[in-house]
């Protein structure tokens, strides 16, 4: 398995596979690798010939109040994984050599960012534009994997690639959960035990809003006061958003027709978790 | 000749050659072509197999004051133009075609946009940085060709290049001026017959400066005011701005140690016209 550390180094190595017109899957990581990753990372190896990583703890994407310092990094252990589940090469690269001195470009998905995290943490999505928009010119992959825990991240980068005809097919996996039902997140261990078992208030305020759909619930307010309502029972829990949207705009519906996407941010102590699921009317 | 209307057309078109390993050169206009436009694509024949122009008077480049809806338009003309000049194909979409329906992507490139046109028409580089990323995702060129006739526009297009990694060589052609030293610009077709005349004003502002510096002067107040002069003695004309720059920051100095330019936009009437030329220290 290779690692590269430099642009330059990246795109010479990407340009002999698609010389060679193979085909390339990238999966964009900011690194600290858990089992989530690793099942985009084994869906990719079926999508390409050949499997890229990339790990990089991206700053544009942090507020200036946010765990950027903080965030948990472990090269030598993603090393490791990747190699494991079968990554050719695993793109590294340092802060400088992603946005070198007088960097100054940025790319900007409007509407879809104006709620939920884009709504919590301005100027987060124009991160994650931007750096996703400079992975794929530096990887050339044909195709991206993304984990829907992200899910307005997934349809910010979808919307990016349709409107500046990027040539990158966007492939969506499904969240990977511990076996008591938290979403897989690098930021979980952050949770000291006490918080941990609270933090499935995120998973149980999920399925409460599936029940009450599924009993036949369509006034949103409703299903978002019953899931606030349990997810203050957890004495750490504190409530970013709790939303019911429209899955292509991420606009929030008063009503759910046919289908819809709840999400939730919910601070645990001060570890921010996000969760979200499909609500589909019976 | 082709001409291609669809984004999907252009870039299965563009695809095809890419996978045979030959190279394109874009040169990307809005049309109503004139001597410039044609020097940019004699020069771009030069620089890769194929040559590819493409004609789109991008709405979102302009201001809503701005005049959009009477840009010049003669697609007949330029299709003749372009067959004459060697170009290989023509890029001709619709506006609904580049920007559909739930549009919502722009690239913003900061700094560098900061002052010139940047100032005085808000999110024009917005909008030009935005056609150009989906002009180079679309039609796949290896080297694009712009005049330096917009000199902003160049540095912007520079910058976004470098620092979202594209893979696209860009090539800055010297403007190209009629016999008495009007720079060429698809807006000239404005102006009445006395404005013709006095638009002659922008480049004698330019030479004036170029004569201060090469008789010593080094303080850009003082030039700029010699320039500011010299505008003034036309009836017609209106300065929107005469600013001395960096030629990298494109922020204004006030001495020239080495090099600079000279940048200026002046409205003959209602014809806003701009022209700019590089100052260097004898």
């Known amino acids: 398995m290779d690692v590269i550390t430099t642009v330059r180094g990246m795109k010479e190595y990407a340009r002999a596979i698609k010389d060679r017109r193979e085909t390339i899957c990238l999966v964009p990581t900011m690194g600290y690798l858990h089992e989530g990753h690793l099942e ?7 999508l390409a010939r050949h499997l890229f990583a990339s790990i990089f703890v991206n700053p544009t994407q942090f507020g200036p109040s946010e765990d950027l310092a903080r965030y948990p990094r472990d090269f030598e252990r993603d090393r490791r994984l990747c190699e494991d589940v079968g ?5 590294y690269p340092s802060v ?51 984990g829907e ?13 349709r409107d500046l005809d990027m040539d990158v097919q966007v492939v969506a996996h499904p969240t990977v959960r511990e076996s008591d039902g938290l979403a897989m997140s690098s930021r979980n261990t952050y949770l000291t035990p006490q918080q941990r078992m609270e933090a499935l208030v995120l998973k149980k305020a999920i399925d409460r809003a599936k029940e009450l759909v599924g009993q036949g619930e369509r006034d949103t307010s409703r299903i978002k006061k019953a899931a606030l309502d349990l ?36 601070r645990i102590g001060s570890t921010r978790l996000i969760d979200n699921a499909e609500l589909k009317a019976p």
């Not at 990554?87 to 793109?91: A, G, L, P, R």
């Not at 992200?150 to 919307?159: G, M």
């Not at 606009?251 to 027709?257: A, Q, S």
């Open 87 to 91: 990554v050719e090469c695993i793109f």
């Open 40 to 46: 985009l990372m084994r869906k990719g190896r079926t």
């Open 231 to 266: 997810i203050g029972e957890a004495p750490s829990a504190s409530v970013d958003y709790v939303e019911i949207v429209d899955p292509d705009t991420v606009e929030p519906v008063g009503t759910i027709d046919d289908r819809a996407v709840i999400a939730l941010a919910v």
């Open 149 to 161: 825990k992200d899910y307005q991240q997934l349809v910010v980068i979808r919307r990016m690639v």
């Open 96 to 146: 400088e050599e992603m946005y070198p001195a007088s960097y100054s470009t940025y790319v900007d998905v409007e509407g879809v960012t104006r709620h939920l995290c884009g709504a919590s943490r301005p100027g987060h999505f124009r991160g994650v534009a931007t750096v996703v928009a400079k992975l794929f010119n530096i990887c050339m992959p044909d195709v991206a994997v993304f």
